[in-house]
């Protein structure tokens, strides 16, 4: 049979290792000039694959767990370590290639692609799927560029696009494997919905997940840079948890990202508000009570003076000396709406504490698409079968990955749910 992949990330690749194992001819076309580009840059570098953990899932969390039933986290990893990928499983089951190195799983994916005669095609953007009587036709535009290596000749400039064709590639049976909206630098830009929308499907509402959130600026003044760990929890305007995440949050000068941070995106509504608690960075614990840890520090300042110098009260501003940033000393004061001066009273105390324990702020929005790891919302998955990643509505169509309405935590979750439904796809199509 031939199978034609359109998109070679995690899942294309897995598709269509799968399918050229079953001893199917497979093309895979991708837009990008290199195949597994976004792979080669996740986890900062380092791929983090999978998630041996608990399953944390949204969107269609149920098709998620049904996918990863279907196609199970250590069978995944069977697949990649089958494809000669080390892998080392680090803190709370989060899995990487043992080199550390992202492009090390990309070598090792397109080694089996090429060994398994996989054809793949680069420079190839989808423009739209025919299903026929015996198959399927796609029409594809094929990008030529100008060779890096060669010195532009004056008029062309090296890595130029210098032409394009049409050409009609046939199939059997085609997957879809072309990524969301998130990250359009590496050929994903929500376009590629369009080849499933004109055959019937449909699209739920896409946002950008996994980015910083936009707060109000004022409170953030001199904390961009700064990273803290935090609980972070996300309210609605009407005070009702949307979601809560605890970890490292990065401030930036109109926002908070960190993986904490980002990991919130997904729920942002209009008037929803950021709730930080601060208290692990200043007092090394989120249990303690951050009244009474400020009183105890501003009781020992007291003894120390007065076996030594001076008489003046405790200040807010020495509260702070040795567990604070100067920064977040600043933005804390700030938030309590008391100055470093004033003495450290009872009543400043109380409006300190309630800083510490709750710096909240309004957030605006979110980093668009371009700043996105991942796409919430995608292509209703009612309309695929979570065994076989078939669609139900066009047989010997299928869908894997970024596009379908799954989107997952920071973790490795987002690349094992486009491995495993890449996998189910590529293997459907070996039992035909
Ligand atoms: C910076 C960054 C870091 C990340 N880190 C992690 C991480 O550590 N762990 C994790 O689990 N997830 C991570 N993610 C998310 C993860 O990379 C994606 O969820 C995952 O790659 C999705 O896989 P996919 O195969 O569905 O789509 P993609 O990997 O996005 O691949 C889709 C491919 O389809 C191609 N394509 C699109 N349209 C067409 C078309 N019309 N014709 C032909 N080709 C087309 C694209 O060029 C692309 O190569 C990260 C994402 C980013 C951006």
Redesign the pocket.
Known sequence: MEILI???????AAAAIAAAQAGHRVTV????RK?L???G???NGR???LNLSDLRYYGDTAFAHQVLEAMPPKEVAVFLEDCGITLAEEDEGRVYPAANLASVAVDGLLHRMERLGVELLPC???ECIQPGKNGFSVLVTITEYAPDQVKANGKVKKGEAVAQRQLTLKADRVIV????A??PA???DG??YG?LTALGHTLRPVKPALCALLTDAKPLKGLSGKRVRAGLALRAADGCLLHESNGEALFAEDGVSGIAAMQLARFVQPGCTLHMDLRYSLMGSENTDAAAWLRKRRQRLCEQRTAGTGSEPVSVAELFTGCAHPALQAAIERMAGLSSKEPASDAAIQQLAKAIEDFALPVTGTRDFDQA??TAGGMDTAQFDPQTMESRLVPGLYA????LDVD?DCG?????F?FAG?LLAGRANASR
């Open positions: 359109i998109g070679c990330g995690a899942a294309g076309i991708d837009r990008n195949p580009k976004k792979l840059v996740t986890g791929g983090n694959l190839a953007l989808a494997a072309a990524g969301g998130a990250a590496h050929g994903t376009t590629a080849l790891q991942v894997a990955g970024e596009m997952g490795g979750y987002n690349l094992m486009a890449g």
